[in-house]
């Protein structure tokens, strides 16, 4: 079964650093998302990706956050200048379609030390 | 923000019994419904996909969306050790394209035998 990967599983960092999360969405699939998860928190939106431009962002996905789909099968999460408070869970997610369901990786958790 | 309500629990119920799992929402605007399974440390993995009220059943799950009173749930009939996880809900306000996703904080069920 066709399922949405992302590396690495754990990436530790220095505060200030830049980090690149990375993911491989279904292949067939169009639209591309980031949620995060800080601990103990709701998972929430940061952005959405369609046609090789970002179709919305949150207030969460700030100069600091952006994204990329540097082949026909990565979709990248760049975080600048890291602080302390995005140290969370980073999930991507993709769909085929408009009306389809959003289906989730199994996470990058980031700890900015 | 607090648009979706859930009691993050713990839930914690014998083998073969029947679950509850609920959210509340404000915004009257939301049209789609889904439930997600989180297993830990792993992505969430949608279980059940419902639009607008009613009622939808799958094996021994059934979602309910009751829009008047902006309630959804979620029923597990003869439960087992292996639904043992942290459920979601989520809902999305796109009326024909599934944008953002706005999740509740979870509710961690354990089921023993």
């Known amino acids: 079964e066709p399922e949405v990967t992302q590396t690495p599983s754990h990436q530790v960092t220095q505060m200030g650093q830049e980090v690149i999360l990375r993911c491989v969405p279904i292949?067939?699939?169009?639209?591309f998302y980031w949620y995060r998860q800080i601990l103990g928190q709701k998972v929430e939106f940061l952005v959405s990706f369609y046609n090789n431009e970002i179709s919305e962002k949150s207030e969460i996905f700030d100069d600091q956050f952006s994204v990329e789909r540097p082949d026909g099968s990565n979709f990248t999460l760049k975080i600048r200048s890291t602080k302390l408070e995005d140290s969370a869970m980073y999930f991507c997610?993709?769909?085929?379609?408009?009306?389809?369901?959003?289906?989730f990786g199994p996470g990058t958790r980031l700890t900015v030390l | 923000q607090k648009e979706v309500e859930q009691d993050p629990g713990p839930l914690s119920v014998p083998e073969g019994a029947i679950v509850s799992l609920n959210c509340t929402y404000s915004?009257?605007?939301?049209?789609?419904f889904m439930w997600y399974r989180q297993y830990s440390r792993k992505g969430p993995e949608l279980l059940m996909y419902t639009y607008s009220s009613g009622n939808k059943e799958d094996g021994r799950f059934t979602a309910q969306v009751d829009k008047s009173s902006k309630y959804i749930s979620l029923f597990i009939r003869d439960s087992q050790p292996s639904d043992s996880a942290t459920y979601l809900c989520a809902m999305s306000d796109r009326g024909s394209t599934l944008g953002r996703l706005y999740f509740g904080r979870g509710t961690q069920l354990t089921v023993w035998p």
């Open positions: 292949s067939n699939h169009l639209y």
């Open positions: 997610a993709s769909s085929g379609s408009r009306t389809d369901t959003q289906y």
């Open positions: 915004n009257s605007a939301f049209q789609y």
